[in-house]
């Protein structure tokens, strides 16, 4: 397959956008790193980026979001504790784990009754959501087990000829994974470190385990 990358204009939001709801793959970037995304309704497209990403499929596959008023369509149930940290971290490099809605194919979150989400803090990963129409399936541009891009160049060196188009915005301002915190335990629990420190998640949540 032949990968294209093409620096993000609206013109090539729209093209990438008509690539995933046509089931196709595409890298963008994000706050944080490149992301390579799949339209999270679609089955067919996010089995193909595990394939893409030669990931295990007992790993589910985090879902990004263009506002936090887009979170009914990815979960069942939206917490107190998740609504004050969607408004004092979003847009930005918190994902929250949550019960996953029923409407999501179950290779989403790999059999399982919970899904990572955030809204990346990147205009170009919000307009390419908003352009979808749908929240978009979306994990790092990498080969499963190797170093997160933070350049189109990087994503391409380790994803092109497997995808269809890369978005180049640059160097990606982050370049660290997001913060992961699952809201499904009780207390809620760290999973992984990232940008959002555990003192400012401890500001709204004290019994962060």
């Known amino acids: 397959m032949h990968t294209q990358t093409l620096p993000v204009t609206d013109k090539s939001i729209a093209q990438a956008a008509h690539i995933l709801t046509a ?19 679609d089955a067919a497209a996010i089995e193909a980026l595990y ?11 985090p879902v990004l979001i263009a506002s936090a008023t887009d979170l ?24 929250l ?8 194919p179950p290779i989403l979150t790999a059999h399982g009754d919970s899904l990572a989400v955030r809204v990346p803090d990147h205009p170009a990963a919000r307009a390419l959501i908003t352009a979808l129409n749908a929240p978009l399936a979306a994990s790092s541009a ?19 000829g497997r995808i269809a188009l890369i978005l180049d915005g640059g160097p990606c301002p982050g370049g660290r994974s997001s913060t992961v915190l699952d809201l499904t335990r009780r207390p809620p629990r760290l999973l992984r470190p990232g940008p959002v420190t555990i003192s400012a998640l401890r500001a709204i949540l004290p019994h962060l385990a």
């Not at 009914?72 to 994902?95: K, N």
């Open 23 to 41: 089931g196709g793959l595409v890298a963008f970037p994000t706050d944080t790193v490149y992301g390579l995304g799949a339209h999270a309704f």
């Open 51 to 61: 394939a893409a990403k030669e990931r295990p499929l007992h790993k589910a596959i």
């Open 72 to 95: 009914p369509l990815v979960t069942r149930q939206i917490s107190p504790a998740a609504r004050s940290l969607a408004d004092a971290f979003w847009p930005g490099a918190l994902t």
């Open 97 to 104: 784990v949550l019960p996953r809605h029923p409407a999501l």
């Open 142 to 160: 990498n080969i499963s087990g190797q170093p997160s891009p933070v350049t189109a160049d990087e994503a391409a060196a380790q994803i092109g």
